[in-house]
C-alpha cells in the first residue's frame, strides 16, 4: 500500500510505519499496530498537503490519527517550503508555536532557530523546555526570574500572556546580575557580583545553572563576613533538590573573587 510500510518490533511483532513524500521530502506521519490507521495517517496528510483553505485553526478530530503536531508541521511546509519538526508556523514578521489545538504562541523570528530545536512543554501553569539536561523556563529567556510575579514584576503590554514577542514584554524588576548575551544562533548568560565593585563570576548556558552560579558567589561572600543587601534567588522551579546540589557543587567561581574573599575575611577577622 502507497506510503505504508511494514516493519518488526524487537520481539517480531508487525507495526506499520506511514509516511509521505512532498516537494521531494520524505515526512515520517507515524507508526501504528493496525494497517487501517497507518493508510488514515497517509490519506490524512495527502489532504493537508493539497487541501489549501485548510489553515491552523481548522484541525477536528476527524483529522486524527494524524496528530495535531504533525498537521501543523505539514501546514507550514505546504505554505512556506520549510519543514520544521516543532509545530511552527511561519508567518511574515513573526512565527506561531501551537502548543495545542487551544494555545498558539507569537514569537519574533530571531528566536526561530531556538524553537525549531526545543520543544516547549507546559506544566503548572509554566512553560518550559528541556535544555542540558535542566528544565528552562520561557520567561528566562526575557530575564524574569522564577519567583517574579505578573503584573507586578513583569507585564504584557497587549494584555496576551501568549504574545512571547518582545516587544510585547516589559520586564519591571529584572535580575539585574544575570545578563542574556547572544552568542552565535543561542545564548548564554553572564553572572556579575557587585561587591566593592563588579566582579565577573563566569558564563553559562541556561538561566537556571546561572541562578545557581549567583547564589553559590553569594553564599561565598556572606561566609567571608561580607554585608549586602542582596538576596539570594529562589531556586529554579521542578529542580530536585539533589540536582540543585550537584549543579552548585560542580560550578567553580572565579579564583580572583575567592581569593579577595579569603583575603576579606582574613583581614577582617583580625
Same mark, same amino acid.
Request: hydrophobic share 35%.
Given at each position: 500500500m502507497r506510503g505504508i510500510y511494514e516493519a518488526k518490533k524487537p520481539d517480531g511483532t508487525v507495526y506499520y510505519r506511514a509516511s509521505v513524500t512532498y #516537494? &521531494? #521530502? @520524505?515526512? %515520517?506521519?507515524? %507508526?501504528?499496530?493496525?494497517? =487501517?490507521?497507518? %493508510?488514515?495517517?497517509?490519506?490524512r496528510a495527502k489532504r493537508v498537503l493539497h487541501d489549501l483553505k485548510l489553515k491552523p485553526i481548522d484541525y477536528e478530530d476527524d483529522m486524527m490519527p494524524l496528530t495535531f503536531r504533525k498537521y501543523i508541521c505539514l501546514l507550514n511546509f505546504r505554505d512556506n517550503n520549510i519543514y520544521i519538526k516543532t509545530p511552527i508556523y511561519l508567518h511574515r514578521r513573526f512565527f506561531s508555536y501551537f502548543l495545542d489545538r487551544n494555545? =498558539?504562541?507569537? +514569537?519574533?523570528? /530571531?528566536?526561530? +532557530?531556538?524553537?525549531?530545536? @526545543? !520543544?516547549i512543554?507546559?506544566?503548572?501553569?509554566?512553560? *518550559?523546555?528541556?535544555? +542540558?539536561?535542566?528544565? =528552562?523556563?520561557?520567561?528566562s529567556r526575557y530575564d524574569i526570574p522564577g519567583f517574579a510575579v505578573c503584573g507586578k514584576d513583569y507585564r504584557f503590554l497587549n494584555?496576551?500572556?501568549?504574545?512571547?514577542?518582545? %516587544? &510585547?514584554? =516589559?520586564?519591571? &524588576?529584572?535580575? $539585574?546580575?544575570?545578563?542574556?548575551? #547572544? /552568542?552565535g544562533k543561542g545564548e548564554v548568560y553572564d553572572v556579575k557580583m557587585h561587591i566593592v565593585g563588579d566582579w565577573k563570576i563566569g558564563t *553559562?548556558? !541556561? @538561566?537556571?545553572?546561572?541562578?545557581?552560579?549567583? &547564589?553559590?558567589?553569594?553564599d561565598e561572600? $556572606?561566609?567571608a563576613g561580607l554585608k549586602t543587601r542582596t538576596e539570594l534567588i529562589d531556586p529554579p522551579e521542578g529542580l530536585s533538590p539533589a540536582l540543585y546540589a550537584r549543579i552548585y557543587s560542580s560550578i567553580e567561581l572565579p579564583q580572583r573573587y575567592t581569593e579577595y574573599l579569603k583575603e576579606y575575611a582574613k583581614t577582617n577577622r583580625s
Open positions: #516537494k &521531494n #521530502k @520524505h515526512i %515520517s506521519l507515524g %507508526s501504528s499496530d493496525d494497517i =487501517e490507521t497507518a %493508510s488514515l495517517m497517509y490519506d494555545t =498558539e504562541l507569537k +514569537f519574533d523570528m /530571531e528566536d526561530l +532557530f531556538y524553537y525549531s530545536s @526545543h !520543544t512543554q507546559k506544566r503548572g501553569g509554566h512553560l *518550559f523546555v528541556a535544555d +542540558f539536561g535542566l528544565q =528552562e523556563r520561557i520567561l494584555g496576551d500572556e501568549h504574545d512571547l514577542r518582545y %516587544s &510585547n514584554i =516589559e520586564v519591571i &524588576n529584572p535580575v $539585574k546580575n544575570i545578563i542574556r548575551v #547572544k /552568542e *553559562f548556558p !541556561t @538561566h537556571e545553572m546561572a541562578i545557581i552560579a549567583y &547564589n553559590k558567589a553569594l561572600a $556572606k561566609k
